[in-house]
């Protein structure tokens, strides 16, 4: 079982950064992927970008340019940073971790990000 904690979301005005960060915690299968997706009011939930333990990365075109994502293998950490935000990036950011070859994944509780305009 994988437990995954978020951190990071907050309010910011359009044209500002956020970081957030997920930790991962249990069985800790490698290799594996760890990324975010977002889900806005009334959507379905989208990719964001993701981060494979080998350093492959996928970005949703949204985003591409402005959000960076990271990891830190040691301690089963990714980070995501958003910069030049636009209020439609507001949605509630969730953790991922999957491991490779496998379907079952792991969700974060989410982490709530809101930019206004």
């Known amino acids: 079982q994988v437990q995954l904690a978020e951190s990071g979301g907050g309010l910011v005005q359009a044209g500002g950064s956020l970081r957030l960060s997920c930790a991962a915690s249990?069985?800790?299968?490698?290799?594996?992927?760890m990324g975010w997706y977002r889900q806005a009011p009334g959507k379905q939930r989208d990719l964001v970008a993701t981060?494979?333990?080998?350093?492959?990365?996928n970005y949703a075109d949204s985003v591409k340019g402005r959000f960076t994502i990271s990891r830190d293998n040691a301690k089963n950490t990714v980070y995501l940073q958003m910069n030049s935000l636009k209020p439609e990036d507001t949605a509630v950011y969730y953790c991922n971790f999957r491991r490779l070859g496998y379907r079952n994944d792991a969700w974060g509780q989410g982490t709530q990000v809101t930019v206004s305009s």
């Open positions: 249990g069985t800790i299968n490698r290799p594996n992927v």
């Open positions: 981060l494979t333990t080998g350093g492959t990365t």
